[in-house]
């Protein structure tokens, strides 16, 4: 985990991506695709640390339209940033994956409501996995 890459502005942990390494983190402007990304846009206009700041949380037409995208930032509204890094280092450590090989999704991807990707977030275990 490198903490310096922290949370994205839609709740994404740029901190435990593995997929850049050369990549300094979305609020850190180091995503390559933040002209485009409706969330980085919209968080910068207002002067937010991320969309779980909004009083439109959660909206639609970005990056939180994917359901573990929103439960991530559903999670840091709920929990605060520190918490959620603090639980993801914790997961990392125990094994879970947040991106398989080559890919741009993980263990965390493996769920069908926001409570379950909430509550692998806090235990980092869950059935079937």
């Given at each position: 985990m490198d903490k310096t890459k922290g949370l994205a502005?839609?709740?994404?942990a740029c901190a435990v991506c593995g997929q850049n390494n050369s990549c300094a983190g979305c609020r850190n402007e180091g995503c390559k695709g933040r002209d485009w990304c409706k969330n980085f846009r919209c968080c910068r206009e207002k002067g937010l640390n991320g969309c779980w700041e909004c009083g439109d949380f959660p909206c639609s037409g970005g990056m939180l339209d994917k359901m573990r995208i929103r439960a991530f930032a559903r999670f840091i509204k709920e929990h605060g940033g520190e918490e959620m890094l603090r639980c993801l280092g914790r997961n990392e450590a125990a094994g879970v994956a947040y991106h398989y090989e080559g890919q741009l999704t993980g263990d965390y991807d493996?769920?069908?409501?926001?409570?379950?990707?909430?509550?692998?977030i806090r235990n980092g275990s869950a059935a079937g996995l």
């Open positions: 502005y839609c709740g994404l493996a769920f069908q409501t926001e409570e379950e990707v909430m509550d692998f």
